[in-house]
């Protein structure tokens, strides 16, 4: 029912920047924890940031923190990642996923199974 379309994904050079958006569909936005998640090849779907229903927490992997930002606009149904100093680790296809009904738990925002709808993903690649 819920529709998440992500979009800003590309080709970037190591240590360049880039801007993920996550449009969501409905007037129930503000009620969900958002997370983003990404998947490289031959790799399981792993974290990477999450943010609470009015902004005030946020939550990262150690892989990406104090490099990607998280936010989120209730007023326009989105949700962003801004992604500085990308390394070719970084490389995979990132997912926005929505927590319709969660509680701002760590191990929740942090788990795949507790996102209720999911984007399409957008790739991202890093090139050094």
């Known amino acids: 029912q819920v529709q998440l379309v992500e979009s800003g994904g590309g080709l970037v050079q190591a240590g360049g920047s880039l801007r993920l958006s996550c449009a969501a569909s409905?007037?129930?936005?503000?009620?969900?924890?958002m997370g983003w998640f990404r998947q490289a090849p031959g790799k399981e779907r792993e974290f990477v940031a999450a943010?609470?229903?009015?902004?005030?927490?946020?939550y990262y992997a150690d892989s990406v923190k104090d490099r990607f930002t998280v936010s989120r606009d209730n007023a326009k149904n989105t949700v962003y990642l801004q992604m500085n100093s990308l390394k070719s680790e970084d490389t995979a296809v990132y997912y926005c996923?929505?927590?319709?009904?969660?509680?701002?738990?760590?191990?929740?925002?942090?788990?795949?199974?507790?996102?209720?709808?999911w984007g399409q993903g957008t790739q991202v690649t890093v090139s050094s």
């Open positions: 409905g007037r129930t936005f503000s009620t969900y924890i």
């Open positions: 996923a929505a927590d319709r009904l969660g509680r701002w738990l760590l191990a929740a925002v942090g788990s795949r199974i507790e996102y209720d709808y």
């Open positions: 943010i609470s229903r009015n902004s005030y927490s946020t």
